[in-house]
């Protein structure tokens, strides 16, 4: 089956620091990826659809300037949280949709945690 | 966006089927019904969807309701690793999944 790659799984940094996040498909290339976060005992929120070659796209409320993406190849997007702060902290997940017809399920990555120190 | 109604919690005995009802009385002729779990601290695992047939593959069965307003996930001998938190989504016609509050699933031994 389709297969998303996240990395790192794990980081604590302090505050100030930006954190880059890698999301991959491995068997597939994905011209559709996004990004999701998720607080404790809450569901997923969508932060941004990331397009291959293209801007992403932002949800209500998500900074831009503050989470950035870039999707440069088909198989990769990075998530980049810029100065990061302690109310960053949070599970960020990636998903990515085979691209065999706009029905296809997305697949998702394992999650980051994230820690602002 | 048509909107899920899920209860927030069932218990099931490990061996027996659990059934995981949803309701999506709004949906549009053209949207499909999808399924993830996600086990705690990992990231959503797709589990199957369908359109307006019942749809079956290793993991589980779907049940849709020949007016499509709810639907029912089959697993059909659940284990302790089938403990989680189960979303029913109907898929945008933006191509976005939104994810609702889900099933809380615990499987007892």
């Known amino acids: 089956g389709a297969v998303v790659s996240q990395h790192p799984s794990w980081v604590i940094c302090k505050s100030g620091t930006s954190v880059k996040i890698e999301c991959r498909s491995l068997?597939?290339?994905?011209?559709?990826m996004f990004w999701y976060r998720q607080f404790p005992k809450q569901s997923l929120m969508l932060m941004a659809t990331?397009?291959?070659?293209?801007?992403?796209?932002?949800e209500q409320g998500v900074e831009k300037d503050k989470f950035l993406i870039n999707h440069a190849s088909l198989t990769l997007s990075t998530l980049t949280v810029t100065s990061a702060h302690p109310e960053d902290s949070s599970f960020y997940i990636c998903?990515?949709?085979?691209?065999?017809?706009?029905?296809?399920?997305?697949?998702f990555g394992d999650g980051t945690r994230l820690s602002i120190l | 966006d048509a909107k899920t109604t899920q209860p927030t919690s069932m218990d099931c005995a490990e061996g027996r089927a659990a059934n995981l009802p949803c309701n999506h009385s709004?949906?549009?002729?053209?949207?499909?019904v999808y399924w993830y779990r996600q086990i705690h601290s990992q990231g959503p695992q797709y589990i199957i969807h369908?359109?307006?047939n019942n749809e079956t593959n290793e993991m589980a069965s779907l049940i849709i309701t020949e007016d499509r307003k709810s639907s029912t996930l089959i697993l059909p001998h659940a284990t302790l690793r089938d403990t989680a938190v189960y979303y029913c989504?109907?898929?945008?016609?933006?191509?976005?999944?939104?994810f609702g509050t889900g099933t809380r699933l615990t499987i007892i031994p």
């Open positions: 998903s990515a949709r085979e691209p065999t017809g706009k029905r296809q399920p997305q697949h």
């Open positions: 068997d597939f290339q994905a011209t559709t």
């Open positions: 990331s397009n291959e070659g293209s801007k992403a796209t932002y």
């Open positions: 709004t949906i549009s002729g053209n949207e499909y």
């Open positions: 369908g359109l307006k």
């Open positions: 989504i109907v898929m945008a016609g933006n191509e976005k999944l939104t």
